[in-house]
């Protein structure tokens, strides 16, 4: 099972720009692949660079982004709670971005679109929905210092919670407001232009070497409160510096993407049966998996139906969830 | 070589007081073990000796300076702890486990020099785990794994050394490789080490200095002639026990020991202070 993690990463760096070379000259606006090149290397028409570099090339670069955030985010809450079922979905975050979304769109009623600066505005609410249910979580869980089963737990309520209130506003909205949320809370690379990615980018960018800065803690704190604190954690600064790293990128890449369930969770325990449990190695192969996962959907989800889009998040659990199960059969 | 001494020590959870006013120090350079009977606050003792705990009042000392107030990673390059049963990660493999012993000598992400790896090396040969650093920690028996543990507190390179209950679980043959490593470490490198153990012989066959707890107050403490024998036992543990001289190790054994009457058992009851 072990392999060099230098080979790893080529091959998935590899597949990652396959993937992004075959999605760019395919959908709705048809392209050959001599076309699309032609485009790349500045010969293409104005349309074909229009189409080419306005609106797939920044939706693909935000799928990488949105892919690493939210498995790095999901990496980090399997080792901070202990418990391999944890992702940003399990901590109430997908549900607190969702419930201002859609308190957005509800108190609005349509008349959003009109605002103009709605690409804006929504991921912002989204990002503090996530923040506002992390710190929520985190207070309640409380006593004296967090342990990681309090924490899930009371994540897992404050889910159930949001998530209802989430519904009754869903019922009580006009069908086009609820198709929009319904896209929304099913994950969905929306808005996709270069001002997105721009917003986005430095989360990530900064984020992720933070957090793999941080791979021995990481990695002591999967052996136990008691070990962790006998060889020189100090657990509760450490829990709070990680669960902010992990709530900042499961917020930003939540409010570009939508909430995308499943992938949080997935890609780091693909990443982990790779290359083991080690987070120096970990946490960058868990980023790379969840690019690629999320590139890849984000290419089916554009084609499958084209011209109609399915959301990016039911892709993601469609391809991802045999492929889990497959995974968790084999190995013992 | 580092000094831990416990003064006027209140522990407890909740409102529940477990220890109170506890005074121990524990002789350098030696093996000491704590014996007693369930919930007598011999774990709660060694977690807050290792700072795992916060004592209700009093303090730890560790070369003089309340360990509680230290920097927790400056604690752990003098004094490694090994908890009751600890677990591993899956698939992580033993020499990765060892490495992590490593942690309080390591700063941000940087990976382990040269003298780490001769320092992890070091640790599996001294517990006979270096032919195994290579597999599974999942993959191996209980007393394996309870070494390879022993190896990463040893890859701490500390002067102190304490484990809860480091031989549960283990089988007799098991049990006694597992103290042997511990023995010849001490033994060999003076370390100090302090261990909470259940199997009476065993406390006194591998110790140099014995604490007897009862209801988070020390009975008797001293060598094992002085802790082992009839009148603390009976304090202690409530038990009826015949104590001989073991001709191979000239320690104290428990030859056989049965319950008290409880009746009587009252009535014998000898005060803390009476056997000393």
């Not at chain 1, 070497?209 to 600064?237: F, H, W, Y």
């Not at chain 1, 984000?298 to 469609?318: K, Q």
């Not at chain 2, 990660?89 to 992590?100: F, I």
């Not at chain 2, 009587?264 to 009476?274: D, H, K, N």
Request: proline share 5%; glycine share 8%; net charge positive.
């Amino acid at each position: 099972m072990k392999r060099k993690p230098l080979i790893v990463f080529t091959t998935l760096v590899v597949f990652i720009v396959f993937v992004l070379l075959v999605s760019l000259q395919s959908g709705t606006f048809q392209m050959t692949p001599a076309e699309a090149f032609k485009t790349i290397i500045g010969q293409g028409s104005d349309q074909q660079e229009l189409v080419l570099f306005e609106f797939r090339l920044p939706r693909m670069v935000l799928a990488i982004l949105i892919g690493a955030g939210l498995a790095v985010s999901g990496a980090i809450l399997q080792s901070l709670s202990r418990n391999d079922l944890a992702d940003p979905g399990i901590l109430g975050i997908n549900a607190g971005a969702g419930f201002a979304v859609v308190l957005f769109i509800y108190l609005f009623q349509g008349s959003y679109q009109n605002l103009g600066g709605s690409v804006y505005i929504l991921p912002m609410f989204a990002f503090l929905g996530a923040l506002t249910a992390a710190a929520l979580i985190y207070s309640l869980a409380y006593k004296k210092g967090i342990t990681p089963v309090r924490l899930v737990l009371v994540g897992i309520g404050i889910n159930a919670g949001f998530s209802a209130l989430l519904i009754i506003m869903q019922l009580r909205m006009s069908p086009n407001d609820f198709m929009q949320a319904t896209v929304w809370l099913s994950g969905n690379i929306w808005g996709a232009n270069w001002s997105s990615v721009l917003a986005i980018l430095p989360w990530i960018a900064i984020l992720i070497p933070l957090v793999i800065r941080q791979a021995n803690t990481l990695n002591v704190m999967r052996i136990g409160d008691e070990s962790a604190v006998g060889v020189g954690i100090s657990l509760e600064r450490s829990r709070l510096l990680l669960l902010f790293l992990a709530v900042a990128l499961a917020g930003a890449s939540v409010a570009a993407g939508g909430a995308i369930a499943f992938l949080g969770l997935v890609a780091p325990h693909i990443a982990r049966r790779i290359v083991g449990p080690r987070h120096q190695i970990m946490i960058p192969t868990a980023a790379l998996i969840g690019s690629l996962i999320l590139l890849f959907a984000d290419y089916i989800a554009r084609n499958m139906l084209a011209p109609s889009e399915i959301p990016v998040g039911i892709v993601v659990a469609i391809i991802g969830a045999p492929y889990f199960l497959y995974l968790l059969i084999k190995t013992p | 070589m580092t000094e831990i001494e416990a003064k006027e020590l209140s522990i407890g959870y909740e409102k529940r007081k477990i220890v109170e006013a506890l005074n121990l120090k524990i002789p350098k350079g030696q093996i000491t073990t704590m014996i007693g009977p369930n919930g007598c606050g011999k774990s709660t003792i060694l977690k807050t000796l290792a700072r795992i705990m916060k004592p209700k009042s009093g303090s730890v000392y560790l070369d003089g300076k309340i360990i509680h107030k230290e920097s927790t990673k400056q604690v752990a390059k003098k004094l490694a702890v090994l908890p009751q049963s600890p677990e591993a990660p899956s698939g992580l493999k033993v020499k990765e486990l060892v490495a992590y012993g490593r942690y309080p000598h390591q700063t941000g992400a940087r990976s382990l020099t040269k003298a780490d790896q001769d320092i992890i090396e070091r640790s599996l040969k001294q517990t006979g785990m270096d032919a195994f650093k290579d597999r599974d920690i999942d993959a191996l028996s209980g007393g394996q794994r309870q070494r390879v543990w022993i190896a990463m507190a040893l890859a701490q390179e500390t002067d102190i050394l304490l484990l809860d209950e480091p031989t549960t679980y283990l089988d007799l043959a098991h049990q006694l490789e597992v103290l042997e490593v511990l023995k010849r470490l001490n033994e060999e490198e003076g370390r100090t080490i302090v261990m909470v153990i259940h199997d009476l012989n065993h406390a006194a066959r591998f110790a140099d200095y014995m604490v007897a707890l009862k209801a988070g107050k020390i009975v008797q403490e001293g060598a094992p002639e002085q802790v082992i024998c009839s009148t603390v036992l009976k304090d202690v543990f409530a038990i009826d026990a015949d104590v001989v001289t073991d001709p191979r190790t000239k320690k104290p054994v428990c030859l056989s020991y049965d319950l008290m009457i409880p009746e009587r058992a009252e009535e014998e009851l000898i005060p803390a202070g009476g056997a000393r």
